[in-house]
């Protein structure tokens, strides 16, 4: 799996909410995300997500991560709308 495809299961999971909600919007299985967030947390060697039975939270690290895309895309957008 390549890192566009890895980062793009991580958006994903913290829009939706959760991992079977990114799968179900994405039109993959919930094993296919997981295996993404797997590999990109083994890339990057750190948790992004706080697994429990009922809910998934972002480490800090994954917090992070959700900030700076923020504002790399609210950049970008500025840069192709002028």
């Known amino acids: 799996m390549d890192r566009f495809s ?19 919007r994405r039109g993959e299985g919930q094993p296919a995300i997981s ?3 797997g590999a990109l947390e083994k890339r990057l060697g ?9 809910s998934v939270t972002l480490t800090d690290q994954g917090s992070a991560i959700t900030t700076a895309r ?3 895309s609210t950049r970008w957008m500025t840069l192709i709308t002028k």
Do not use: H, P, Q, Y
């Open 6 to 24: 890895e980062l793009n299961a991580f958006i994903a999971v913290v829009e939706a909410g959760g991992f079977s909600a990114a799968a179900r």
């Open 70 to 72: 923020s504002r790399w």
């Open 35 to 37: 295996k993404a967030i």
């Open 46 to 54: 750190v948790a992004l997500f706080n697994r429990s039975t009922r």
